[in-house]
């Protein structure tokens, strides 16, 4: 069995529950030796809290809870995160030492904090065992740890005088002066941090001595650990001396723990019927209270017995607005959360919620506004730097509001591919156009890249969508239009799925995960050029009969002779033999060869020859893909979900929201990776996700609004430059029937 020799750590081999490691986001618990080193040696050995005369590094070990991820080689610990196995090496750094802060070279005491409250820890004079309390502990362990680096640790054997307790000075003493309490020579001992301004003095018996806690300005520790574990500390008997609820646990450092850095808090209205007991300018008893709801705010008109009359309010009022009405509003709208949500919560929690349509306008009158100017002044920086950028590649989208064809509206946006950031928008509604309202979302807002902001574009990328290819060859011809490798792909395996269920062909759904690589693969290779790209593509007609080399008529014609009379394709011209090295005979076995002139080798001449996928594969070769753009569908979701139909001005302001928000996360480096389990490819896979602000924004926008409610501001709203048409009243242009009417319609047809 090997355990951690640190104090306070309980890590050991005993049972698989202990191996484990505490440490948040540590997936391994290793047991490292004591290097052979004596001058690092000896540092290890005083990061332990232990006397050095108790430590025997050559018998004992340090868990890995006690070193950061930066003590352990790279390469190895990289590795450890894609790959994890019980039996991979993990070596530590030369230069690592347990307990210690690899930036200021200072000790970090670190380990699960479930450790040190109810810990089993050896005394210096390991003779015995004593359980302690978290305080205690932590107590026991800072004075440990400080006697060690300052060299005030006594040696077991002196004779100590006993410290009478009624000497030490009270709490009250030690709060006005903050002075140090010294105890003999070498008593003396620091450990506190500056952030302690006030103590409960408090003896504690290690050994022969009792030690006292002082209070120094000098000492090093961690402020965090020590408010978490002494500010739990604090027995029933002092609650009840002082007439408190026996259950509550003050904290014994308010000063230092009781500092609230939120804004807003939800307060239970018996907690405030206690505030208004008594007056809170005389301290007379009130006698009467009278409380009043303004949406989220409440107010309370008291009276007390010597004729005080004032009110008070949960929000503070500017210009006779409570501020609660309009930030707490716009907050649940940037937060993705609807009216109907707040509602239903409102009356679940029994919680006054501002009337809808107030909920609506005050965001229409101040978050809106808001929002808009943030996205064109965000916009206009984002312009002036693609206007000196010649031949841009962008790629397009759209999405609708709903599943199927019942879409009421389609928002297309364009990203740029270099810094996958959004350029601009488009949102268009039924009613305004007829027909495919992708075409004509795409075409307007290609119409003010273009002329308006003056953008030089090179290649633009979309999905297989043939409207708008025809649009683009019309058009723009001087754009290279390119078809997103991914949506080709999706039809191409379509397409093989339906072919391998036709009789005689089940030999083609082997083959579908192999051809669909190739696609990849000749994608990527062929150097933008689509003749090439096509030869490679059409050699896999050879590949799957077991034909490597088609030099020779006769192997060339076991294919081309399928070839209709007016078929263009295949057609080789410089590629005659596959580009992968020979064959062995196990490799070639992998998947059984189809045979030539078969059902399956007909029906995947018709898929692979087709003279129309076959021209949309030529828009793939210079490798393009519009992936970042379901990154902005996503993030849209949060605010404008399909189930739901939204107003044209909620689309386009909250389509502004997901911009700034995409294009603020769009230089963010930083990621973690982790496994996750594919459906499409039936296996697990790797995934890169990263670390994404979605809030120090919204932060800065209710920050405005509460300020333009203060000055009692109202910005404008301008979305004319998004309205290319007038949005009729109804969709499909009839009229709506009066309730009369539509009853006796029914009526007539016994449907009542």
């Not at 039936?682 to 609004?705: M, N, P, Q, W």
Request: net charge positive.
């Amino acid at each position: 069995m090997v355990f951690c020799c640190v104090m306070g750590c309980n890590n050991q081999t005993r049972s698989k529950s202990h191996a484990i490691s505490k440490v948040e986001g540590r997936h391994f618990l290793r047991f490292h030796k004591f290097p052979s080193c004596p001058s690092m040696r000896k540092k290890w050995i005083a990061r332990t809290r232990r006397q050095p005369s108790d430590i025997k590094p050559d018998s004992m070990s340090i868990c890995s809870d006690h070193f950061c991820d930066e003590d352990y080689e790279e390469s190895s610990f990289l590795r450890s995160k894609l790959q994890y196995t019980e039996r991979m090496h993990l070596p530590l750094k030369s230069d690592a030492i347990p307990n210690t802060d690899r930036a200021t070279s200072e000790m970090v005491i670190r380990g699960s904090a479930d450790d040190l409250q109810q810990s089993v820890v050896q005394v210096p004079t390991r003779k015995r065992v004593r359980r302690i309390g978290p305080l205690e502990s932590t107590v026991d362990a800072v004075i440990e740890e400080n006697m060690l680096i300052t060299g005030l640790w006594q040696d077991e054997n002196t004779q100590e005088p006993p410290i009478d307790p009624e000497i030490l000075p009270v709490e009250s003493e030690l709060r006005s002066s903050g002075q140090n309490l010294d105890v003999g020579d070498n008593n003396s001992v620091a450990v506190a941090t500056q952030c302690i301004t006030s103590c409960r003095i408090r003896s504690t018996q290690c050994g022969k001595s009792f030690l006292c806690v002082s209070v120094n300005n000098d000492a090093t520790f961690d402020e965090k650990l020590l408010d978490h574990l002494l500010g739990e500390e604090q027995s029933a008997e002092d609650n009840m001396n002082e007439g408190m609820d026996p259950t509550f646990k003050p904290q014994l450092f308010p000063e230092a723990t009781s500092v609230v850095s939120f804004t807003w808090a939800f307060v239970h209205l018996g907690q405030l019927d206690d505030l208004f007991k008594f007056c809170p300018q005389c301290g007379s008893p009130v006698i009467e209270t009278v409380k009043s709801v303004f949406g989220f705010s409440l107010s309370i008109r008291y009276l007390c017995s010597s004729g005080h009359k004032n009110t008070w309010r949960t929000s503070p009022f500017h210009h006779s607005k409570g501020l609660i009405n309009y930030s707490l509003p716009a907050a649940l709208s940037l937060a993705g959360i609807g009216y109907k949500t707040i509602d239903i919560l409102g009356r679940i929690f029994s919680m006054p919620v501002l009337a809808k349509a107030a909920f609506y306008k005050t965001n229409k009158q101040y978050l809106y506004p808001v929002i808009v100017n943030k996205y064109l002044w965000q916009q206009q920086q984002l312009l002036d730097t693609l206007k000196d950028v010649s031949k841009l590649q962008v790629c397009g989208d759209a999405s609708f509001d709903s599943p199927g064809y019942s879409a009421l509206t389609c928002t297309y946006t364009i990203l740029e591919c270099q810094t996958n950031k959004v350029v601009d928008f488009s949102v268009v509604r039924k009613g305004q156009y007829s027909g495919d309202l992708e075409r004509h979302g795409c075409r307007e807002l290609l119409n003010v890249l273009v002329n308006d902001y003056k953008l030089d574009i090179g290649s633009f990328v979309t999905d297989q969508h043939t409207k708008i290819a025809k649009d683009m060859r019309e058009n723009y011809p001087d754009i290279y239009h390119a078809f997103d490798i991914w949506h080709v792909s999706k039809n191409l395996g379509k397409a093989l799925d339906a072919a391998a269920k036709t009789k005689d062909c089940e030999a083609i759904a082997s083959w579908k995960k192999l051809i669909i690589r190739h696609f990849w693969y000749c994608c990527q290779n062929c150097h933008g050029d689509g003749d090439s790209l096509l030869e490679q593509w059409h050699s896999v007609l050879f590949h799957i009969v077991g034909i490597h080399a088609w030099k020779i008529k006769r192997n060339r014609d076991v294919v081309l002779k399928m070839k209709k009379e007016k078929q263009r394709y295949p057609d080789f011209k410089k590629l005659f033999g596959c580009e992968h090295p020979r064959l062995t005979k196990r490799g070639a076995r992998e998947v059984q060869y189809i045979t030539a002139g078969s059902p399956a080798h007909k029906k995947l001449f018709n898929v692979i020859a087709d003279t129309r996928r076959s021209n949309a594969m030529r828009k793939c070769a210079r490798f393009l893909h519009t992936g970042a753009l379901e990154v902005i569908h996503n993030v849209k979701l949060k605010y404008l979900p399909k189930k739901k139909s939204f107003s044209f001005t909620r689309s386009v302001v909250f389509m502004m929201l997901v911009a700034i928000e995409v294009n603020i996360n769009a230089e963010v480096t930083e990621k973690r990776v982790y496994r996750q389990y594919s459906k499409a490819q039936k296996d697990y896979t790797l995934k890169a996700k990263y670390k994404r602000d979605t809030e120090s924004f919204k932060v800065d926008i209710i920050t405005e609004i509460e300020q333009n409610v203060a000055n009692d501001t109202k910005l404008p709203l301008d979305l004319s430059r998004y309205l290319f048409r007038s949005i009729p009243q109804t969709f499909h242009g009839k009229t709506m029937p009066t309730m009369l009417e539509l009853t006796q319609k029914y009526a007539s047809r016994k449907r009542m």
